[in-house]
């Protein structure tokens, strides 16, 4: 085989490679997802996202109660796509407000971290502000990035 071929068969192995280990992400966020969803039937939910091109990427999920509790706030950062939602257990049962102004979670030297908890609270914010949107099963939602 001429050289060309295989870089050819290499190119193709690494892009079926990669197409894997992003269907292997993507079977997790799901399943994080729908775990939550199950345990929680009221109360809203809020992805955000940040891409970063040539630094970490990041979701963050926050599910907070109807009077606007944190319940879960789970934080996935990093630049494989082996990486997985980490708990942060020290913001639950904190009001979503004391989350907005706290440089900490914001991720102080993580840029990528407090767009992607920004982004979260305002899906919380809008999926809030839908007219007769009530807490509960119905209630529990994504807002729409």
Known sequence: MAIWQWALLLLALVWGLQAFGVWLQMRHYTDVFKGITEKYKDGFVGAGNFRGR??????????????????????????????????????????LNEIRSDPAILGEGEPGVAEAVKRAIEQIDRAMSEPGREPGLSGLSTARA
């Open 54 to 95: 040539f630094r970490k990427g990041t979701i963050v999920l926050i599910v907070v109660t109807p009077d606007m509790v944190v319940r879960r706030l789970l934080i996935m950062s990093g630049r494989s796509v082996f990486t997985k939602f980490r708990r942060h257990e020290e913001f639950e049962g904190r009001a």
